[in-house]
């Protein structure tokens, strides 16, 4: 067999039916969180688009990398899971593989560059507000190509991929370390660029910053991640015949659930993306009269002026009983009905 065939093995019946069956259950879950969650961050993005900023398209990357999961991966190890074995062969299992390979680590160096600017907007506050659309989108077509380098490997001839030990999902063949020294070094460099390094870096930040919401997504990377790395390291030098399926299946699912963390922390915990969340909502709200409580151009062009403001929630404003200010008074601005206004200046509005 060459390294770039799944290697695929007789039958396992080590997971009992129920087991399967609650596997496809678990992961059916996860993936209406994972759409109901990053759907909402991709729509909150689309109705404030004229306020976002150059380094928030790393959380709209993270979002979109973590829908293309649930359309890539989730359906063929739900199927899998409910027909209690893997069913769509060598090829499908290659796919797979590489797709759920591929996005992980588009997260991964995604959240790892929100932990620099994060850290560099606390520390060094310049360069994050002199980043330029053309340096933000750089660095996510970075993370896309970091992502597609590593997942293109096993493919190319170097490791490969197979199934993992319950049979409904596939992943890198960690056995190949202990087959060659070639193996071995990919294993080894995998693991410092892919989860070692990326950890570094993220804890080196957050110790250098004091903001929870950040602390926490980068908390939630790490818990997620670490159970499934310290399993995989054990199978690259072990014998992961020895340890318990239970062992095998339970960090799988643990770092599968990694993609709702994100817009979870981000509405429990910023307040700015939590009123974008309200705002929305509220304009698909219909009103007694059928139409909806407030309209696109409301979001977009609420007048804001004077002294000594602060919305606590989304004002709903109609255009037509907008007045002029008169001229001995603020002047006014356009923004978006989502700000925070404190002695008649907005507030930064962002997530990052």
Same mark, same amino acid.
């Given at each position: 067999?060459?390294?770039?065939?799944?290697?695929?093995?007789?039958?396992?019946?080590?997971?009992?039916? +129920? @087991?399967?069956?609650?596997?496809?259950?678990?992961?059916?879950?996860?993936?209406?969180?994972?759409? !109901?969650?990053?759907?909402?961050?991709?729509?909150?993005?689309?109705?404030?688009?004229?306020?976002?900023?150059?380094?928030?398209?790393?959380?709209?990357?993270?979002?979109?990398?973590?829908?293309?999961?649930?359309?890539?991966?989730?359906? +063929?190890? =739900?199927?899998?899971?409910?027909?209690?074995? +893997?069913?769509?062969?060598?090829?499908?299992?290659?796919?797979?593989?590489?797709?759920?390979?591929?996005?992980?680590?588009?997260?991964?160096?995604?959240?790892?560059?929100?932990?620099?600017?994060?850290?560099?907007?606390?520390?060094?506050?310049?360069?994050?507000?002199?980043?330029?659309?053309?340096?933000?989108?750089?660095? =996510?077509?970075?993370?896309?190509?970091?992502?597609?380098?590593?997942?293109?490997?096993? =493919?190319?001839? +170097?490791?490969?991929?197979?199934?993992?030990?319950?049979?409904?999902?596939?992943?890198?063949?960690?056995?190949?370390?202990?087959?060659?020294?070639?193996?071995?070094?990919?294993?080894? !460099?995998? &693991?410092? &660029?892919?989860?070692?390094?990326?950890?570094?870096?993220?804890? &080196?930040?957050?110790?250098?910053?004091?903001? #929870? !919401?950040?602390?926490?997504?980068?908390?939630?990377?790490?818990?997620?991640?670490?159970?499934?790395?310290?399993?995989?390291?054990?199978?690259?030098?072990?014998?992961?015949?020895?340890?318990?399926?239970?062992?095998?299946?339970?960090?799988?699912?643990?770092?599968?659930?990694?993609?709702?963390?994100?817009?979870?922390?981000?509405?429990?915990?910023?307040?700015?993306?939590?009123?974008?969340?309200?705002?929305?909502?509220?304009?698909?709200?219909?009103?007694?009269?059928?139409? #909806?409580?407030?309209?696109?151009?409301?979001?977009?062009?609420?007048?804001?002026? @004077?002294?000594?403001?602060?919305?606590?929630?989304?004002?709903? !404003?109609?255009?037509?009983?907008?007045?002029?200010?008169?001229?001995?008074?603020?002047?006014?601005?356009?923004?978006?009905?989502?700000? #925070?206004?404190?002695?008649?200046?907005?507030?930064?509005?962002?997530?990052?």
């Amino acid at each position: 067999m060459n390294n770039t065939t799944a290697a695929f093995y007789p039958p396992r019946r080590q997971v009992p039916d +129920w @087991g399967y069956n609650a596997l496809g259950s678990y992961v059916l879950c996860i993936g209406f969180c994972n759409l !109901i969650g990053n759907t909402f961050v991709l729509l909150v993005s689309y109705y404030r688009r004229k306020k976002i900023k150059p380094p928030e398209v790393f959380t709209i990357n993270l979002a979109v990398s973590d829908l293309l999961l649930l359309l890539c991966a989730y359906p +063929w190890m =739900v199927a899998s899971s409910f027909s209690h074995g +893997w069913q769509f062969g060598d090829a499908g299992c290659i796919s797979y593989a590489f797709f759920r390979f591929m996005l992980g680590l588009v997260n991964i160096a995604d959240i790892t560059v929100l932990a620099v600017v994060r850290y560099l907007k606390v520390c060094r506050s310049k360069e994050v507000a002199d980043m330029s659309w053309t340096s933000a989108l750089m660095v =996510v077509a970075g993370t896309w190509m970091f992502g597609a380098f590593w997942a293109l490997m096993p =493919v190319c001839g +170097w490791s490969r991929y197979t199934l993992e030990p319950f049979d409904v999902a596939c992943t890198l063949d960690y056995k190949t370390a202990q087959e060659s020294q070639e193996g071995a070094a990919f294993m080894m !460099i995998l &693991f410092t &660029f892919c989860f070692f390094i990326p950890v570094a870096v993220i804890t &080196f930040c957050y110790v250098c910053i004091v903001r #929870t !919401i950040a602390v926490m997504v980068g908390v939630g990377f790490i818990l997620a991640w670490t159970p499934y790395s310290l399993v995989s390291l054990y199978a690259t030098f072990g014998d992961l015949k020895s340890l318990p399926i239970i062992y095998s299946i339970l960090p799988s699912m643990f770092a599968k659930s990694a993609s709702i963390y994100n817009p979870i922390i981000y509405f429990f915990m910023n307040d700015s993306f939590r009123r974008d969340v309200t705002a929305l909502i509220k304009l698909s709200i219909p009103k007694p009269g059928g139409s #909806t409580s407030c309209s696109h151009s409301a979001w977009e062009k609420t007048p804001t002026s @004077g002294r000594g403001t602060f919305m606590t929630s989304p004002q709903r !404003i109609k255009l037509s009983e907008m007045r002029p200010t008169e001229p001995s008074q603020a002047k006014t601005t356009t923004t978006t009905a989502l700000i #925070t206004q404190v002695e008649g200046r907005e507030a930064p509005s962002t997530w990052v």
